[in-house]
């Protein structure tokens, strides 16, 4: 995409570092900030990354903010929407391509705060009762693959005004009791999330009408229905985003 090359990687090393162990790595992020530039800048440096999420095929009826829309069109020449492509792999209950790639010592992008999961943890964030996919914290716990929390935000420094942050991989908390296990770990990363969220509040959806609520109440419904994204006539549920 357009001006890609100007965009700024910070801990890029934290990246090269943990595919040097050869058990892949996985980026882990949220529905904040400029997301949807980091499959897009991996693989324009050469990485081998795959996205792992919701089967996409039609336009969803959410919107972007004015300022989102200028980013993506007129900043980095992006259409507001993009469908899967075949880079993408498809979040369901089959594990074996992501374990795969990751024994490949490719790269897996996934989304903590993403609702269409087998499995969700309730995290505290900013105060607020997040669910999170239990997804990435359970692939690192059997592959060994480590775990770098990603974001893209602001840049005041760089020439177009957008960086890429790579975190150092989590420290996991591994015991016998891998439940509990995924639930701190999990707020480890809210608890990084958080720190996001206070310098660059307004790149959160909090401003979206019962936002926290609403992706509460789907996080109770059944798998199938998750991972459909069917909720249409469930009483007090109108549609979301993944």
Request: proline share 4%; hydrophobic share 40%; net charge positive.
């Amino acid at each position: 995409f357009a001006s890609a090359d100007k965009l700024r990687i910070e801990g890029l090393h934290h990246l090269d570092e943990a595919l040097a162990l050869k058990s892949g790595a996985i980026l882990l992020t949220a529905h904040f900030g400029y997301g949807r530039l980091i499959k897009h800048l991996m693989r324009l440096h050469g990485y081998p990354a795959w996205l792992v999420g919701p089967k996409v095929e039609e336009k969803p009826k959410h919107k972007y903010s004015p300022f989102a829309k200028f980013v993506y069109r007129k900043i980095l020449n992006m259409p507001e929407f993009s469908v899967n492509e075949e880079n993408d792999i498809e979040s369901n209950l089959n594990i074996r391509p992501l374990v795969q790639k990751l024994k490949n010592n490719e790269i897996l992008i996934l989304t903590a705060d993403g609702l269409r999961a087998s499995s969700l943890l309730d995290v505290k964030v900013i105060g607020q009762i997040v669910p999170m996919a239990t997804g990435s914290v359970s692939l690192a716990r059997a592959t060994g693959a480590q775990i770098l929390p990603a974001f893209g935000v602001d840049d005041d420094e760089g020439e177009i005004g957008i960086k890429l942050v790579i975190e150092k991989p989590m420290e996991l908390t591994i015991t016998q009791n891998a439940k509990e296990d995924a639930r701190v770990n999990l707020q480890k990363f809210g608890c990084i999330l958080e720190s996001y969220i206070n310098r660059y509040p307004h790149l959160y959806r909090w401003a979206k009408a019962n936002f926290f609520k609403k992706r509460q109440q789907f996080s109770k419904v059944d798998v199938a229905d998750r991972y459909a994204g069917n909720f249409k006539g469930k009483k007090g549920f109108t549609k979301t985003t993944n």
